[in-house]
């Protein structure tokens, strides 16, 4: 049977349309089925009350929610781990600028060497750096040595905050110094070497020119750092050891130890919450910049 | 009056700029630190790990290899490595297709739906699926790791096809159509074809990030089925001989091995 042309088009089309949803099905059935039915689960335990011995009783309280924000140790561990993500944010923008720079500008070879000494970190095993800093760490470690040749006091590192912020920050300076490069690259040479024409000295062409420009990059690489530093967990563990309590061992804790799931349910769901607040807070403030109109010359 | 000696090329570096490069060599140096630490300490003689070692021996290496434990996490992260690769692969390749598919808008939203997985901090993600997995019954099994990496790499599939996807010409398919071929021949014979390198990088990097992984693993791995990085994670945590360091070092001449090699054959390009 031969349809009038519209009708087949029409027909056709349809069929193109069922075929383009079919192709979603699977993707759509492994993302709900395995990845939002758990999340779905975690928000339901975090409602339920904990019965001593590691059982819930199905309810609907905020008891959870509250101990975590009320009980001062837990608000510690909420401040600690905001803290740390902070200064892990700070320090790997302090470092990793100048290195963002010597990529961005720099000649081929370099470039290239430069650019294998963030990768290569990148992606060996957190473990493995996580173990390393363990070992340069320790007690008698090769940096506490080090300070005592200099005539500096032993400061104890491994299992100190110290410890855990200078090597989240080793783990996570990568993020921080791809994010810059990406941004730095786009910012033409020319601008300094003109500003630097017109009389300006270096630190001026990084506050007036570089800096303002790059301002994008920093926000961005900072929200990023200080989401993957709060989320850490085997940074954390490994070096900070039972001493350096943060959100993410405390939810480990409590789902393999005290086997209070609805608690570490709760935990994570606030992790979770102050994760998503920070990137739609970076998704506005990246916007709202991209939106001004630049101020003509 | 003394002639001036021969001037070596760093003599004539304005003292800012030396200052600029030995800033940059400090943050490499500390960025490296760890890795450097780990590799020279694999050779110790020691029983216990100490920073520069006294001795050199490659006893920690023989230990190593010929432990059934570390033997049997390796397989078990290669196996699951290739199986959550392959299988996020083929999703991928469809979802992405789907997504191709849409107009802008729905697009965004199931692009979004797609990265969830990596907004989402890894320790929630991995009681969330300790919970369910336990919920439905089927517990710490293989089999929810296998589906459990294969949810955390379809974003880099997706992302990597698509890419690829933005590069293809529309009008080759659309010719292929015409000349009567149907739409799965098309895209079997002449979409697939056109995109292999990003499948292919796709594959890859969903391996490494399988293989990599390490929290949400942490809380799916029973006792017999563990993979490489949870071995260690546990091993790290109670004992401290060099024979790590040892696996570590063979980790890292890994990765260092596959840096190379992707940039030679992939370029990295494509994966950032």
Same mark, same amino acid.
């Not at chain 1, 070096?239 to 943060?246: D, F, H, K, R, T």
């Not at chain 2, 694999?42 to 020691?46: E, H, I, M, V």
């Given at each position: 049977m031969r349809l009038p042309p519209r009708q087949a088009k029409a027909r056709r089309t349809a069929a193109v349309d069922r075929t383009q949803t079919l192709l979603l099905a699977p993707g759509l059935v492994l993302l709900f089925g395995v990845f939002m039915a758990p999340l779905c689960i975690t928000l339901r335990y975090s409602l339920n009350r904990f019965i001593a011995g590691g059982s819930q009783e199905t309810a609907f309280v905020l008891d959870n929610y509250a101990r975590f924000i009320l009980d001062p140790y837990y608000a510690a561990i909420l401040l600690r781990t905001l803290a740390l993500g902070s200064g892990v944010a700070l320090v790997t923008l302090l470092l990793g600028y100048p290195l963002a720079y010597a990529i961005a500008r720099g000649r081929s070879r370099w470039r290239a060497l430069l650019i294998a000494a963030t990768l290569i970190p990148l992606m060996t095993n957190v473990v493995v750096r996580s173990y390393g800093w363990m070992i340069l760490l320790s007690n008698s470690g090769v940096i506490e040595d080090a300070l005592a040749e200099l005539g500096l006091p032993r400061v104890k590192l491994l299992y100190t905050m110290t410890g855990v912020v200078l090597s989240l920050t080793q783990v996570m300076m990568p993020f921080m110094v791809l994010t810059l490069v990406g941004v730095l690259q786009n910012i033409s040479g020319d601008l300094e070497d003109a500003a630097c024409g017109l009389g300006a000295g270096r630190w001026r062409v990084f506050r007036d020119v570089l800096l303002p420009l790059s301002l994008p990059g920093i926000v961005a690489g900072s929200f990023l750092v200080f989401a993957l530093t709060i989320s850490a967990f085997a940074t954390p563990r490994l070096? *900070? *050891? $039972?001493? #350096?309590? #943060?959100m993410a061992t405390m939810i480990y804790d409590q789902v393999l130890? $005290?086997?209070n799931w609805p608690f570490a349910s709760a935990t994570s769901i606030i992790l979770l919450v102050i994760v998503l607040a920070l990137m739609i807070v970076q998704g506005r403030l990246l916007r709202t910049r991209a939106d001004t109109p630049k101020p003509a010359a | 009056m003394h002639a001036p000696r021969q001037r070596r090329w760093w003599h004539q570096l304005k003292p800012i700029v030396w200052l600029w490069w030995s800033m940059i060599g400090v943050i490499v140096l500390f960025l490296l630190a760890p890795i450097i630490v780990v590799v020279i300490g694999?050779?110790?003689?020691?029983a216990y790990l100490v920073f520069p070692p006294q001795g050199l021996s490659l006893r920690w290496y023989v230990q190593a290899v010929s432990s059934r434990d570390f033997r049997d996490s390796t397989l078990i992260s290669l196996e699951l490595g290739v199986l959550a690769a392959l299988l996020s692969t083929i999703i991928g390749i469809v979802t992405a297709l789907g997504i191709a598919a849409r107009q802008r808008p729905a697009a965004d939203m199931l692009m979004g739906l797609v990265s969830a997985p990596l907004l989402v901090p890894g320790i929630v993600v991995g009681i969330a699926m300790l919970f369910y997995f336990t919920d439905i019954g089927v517990g710490s099994t293989f089999a929810s790791l296998v589906l459990a990496h294969t949810v955390l790499t379809l974003p880099y599939v997706v992302r990597s096809v698509l890419a690829g996807l933005e590069t293809v010409d529309r009008t080759v398919e659309e010719a292929a159509h015409s000349l009567g071929a149907s739409r799965f021949s098309v895209i079997t014979t002449v979409t697939l074809p056109m995109i292999r390198g990003s499948v292919l990088a796709g594959a890859v990097f969903a391996f490494i990030i399988s293989f990599d992984e390490v929290i949400v693993t942490l809380f799916l791995a029973s006792p017999r089925v563990t993979t490489l990085p949870v071995r260690m994670y546990n091993y790290i945590a109670y004992t401290s001989d060099p024979s790590i360091a040892a696996i570590s070092t063979l980790m890292i001449v890994a990765t260092v091995t596959l840096v190379l090699v992707i940039d030679r054959y992939v370029g990295f390009a494509r994966l950032f």
């Open positions: 070096v *900070g *050891g $039972a001493s #350096v309590e #943060v130890n $005290a086997l | 694999s050779f110790s003689d020691q």
